[in-house]
């Protein structure tokens, strides 16, 4: 009789829909979604077998799938044991899962997500004039404060001269590769995808403007970023081919401007902000980042002087003609530079440190999701 089967049947189920609740470390999706799991039998003593198929042979996060799917299996009612076997995904079964991820289309042409018309990812990519002014610093805390605050969020290192976003963040992990897709590591909630991650040990590579404008392509089209609420760009400092591209590529991204105090280097941060008029960019606001030490006195010590961001401020809300704001002011602290060392942004070590509460102020400026256009009325009346 068919009931005779029924608890059977049930424990499978159970087994399944605990298998469901695991995500792939990479994907953060189930397992059961993604064509991992290739079969799940209770046998008879409760002992459940697992074959899972890996997505590339040696994925470096085999262990934690094992540790996920073996406590989530292990939860349920009657099983006493739980043996994984690993396989990999063939080339079509790779194939089928690079189309669904990308939405169900087999693209030819890979497509920027964050530029499609209707992205509610913001778009943010810090510019400084010069290098030495804190501009990863501020990229990497404004990435963690974000990915604190439960966003989802995404960094892409575009610094070819000075690519040290992974290190700050301890992004440690390599990309690992589905198909034509890049699976960006983790560090912090936050996904990271570096130039550094593309060039063998510490080796200076002479970027030229099309490689570069490629190199870019790729990390906005072919890395699985999955529904973004904020990606951070870290642009090489200046005006470059890079901004250029960007420009191109991201139309809809907004320039944030890191500044110190100094004089000089506010001069030349102007002009990297200015360039957001050519491109059509906006301009979102001003970091002043170095500007003063705090003295165990409670004084302030002017080390670059003062006032660089918010002539910067001024300068470009003349220039662009709509308001551009100082979002803040970020003290020196050798614990900004400390904990950047160590890969763990301040604004999660320390959080009460007044750099932290200063970054974590900007993000929370920043924090705001786009509100898609698709759909909306225009608001148009016939004359
Ligand atoms: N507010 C700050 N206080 C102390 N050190 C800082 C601060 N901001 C940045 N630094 C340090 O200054 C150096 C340059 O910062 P970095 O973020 O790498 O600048 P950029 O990306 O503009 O070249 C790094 O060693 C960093 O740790
Ligand atoms: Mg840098």
Known sequence: M??????????????????????????????????MVRSATVGGEGVVRVELLLTVAGCPLRDKLRTDITAAVSAVPGVTGVEIDFGVMSPEQRQALQTKLRGGTAAAEPVIPFAQPGSRTRVYAVASGKGGVGKSSVTVNLAAALAARGLSVGVVDADIYGHSVPRMLGANGSPTRVEDMIMPPEAHGVKVISIGMFTAGNAAVVWRGPMLHRALQQFLADVYWGDLDVLLLDLPPGTGDVAISLAQLLPNAEILVVTTPQTAAAEVA??????????????????????????????????????????????????????????????????????????????????????????????????????????????????
């Open 270 to 383: 102007e002009r990297a902000g200015a360039i957001a008029l050519q491109t059509h960019q906006r301009l979102v606001g001003v970091v002043e980042n170095m500007s003063w030490l705090e003295l165990p006195t409670g004084e302030r010590m002017e080390i670059f002087g003062s006032g660089g961001g918010a002539t910067v401020a001024e300068s470009l809300t003349r220039t662009v003609g709509a308001t551009v704001p100082l979002l803040g002011q970020v003290p020196l602290d050798t614990r900004v530079r400390e904990s950047g060392d160590a890969g763990r942004p301040i604004v999660l070590v320390d959080p009460t440190a007044p750099a932290a509460v200063a970054l974590s102020a900007v993000a929370d400026r920043l924090a705001v999701r786009r509100e898609s256009l698709v759909g909306k009325p225009l608001g148009l009346k016939p004359r």
């Open 2 to 35: 068919a009931y005779m089967s029924a608890p059977a049947s049930t424990i499978e189920d159970a087994v399944l829909a605990a298998l469901a609740t695991v995500d792939d470390p990479e994907i953060h999706r189930p397992i059961t979604d993604l064509g």
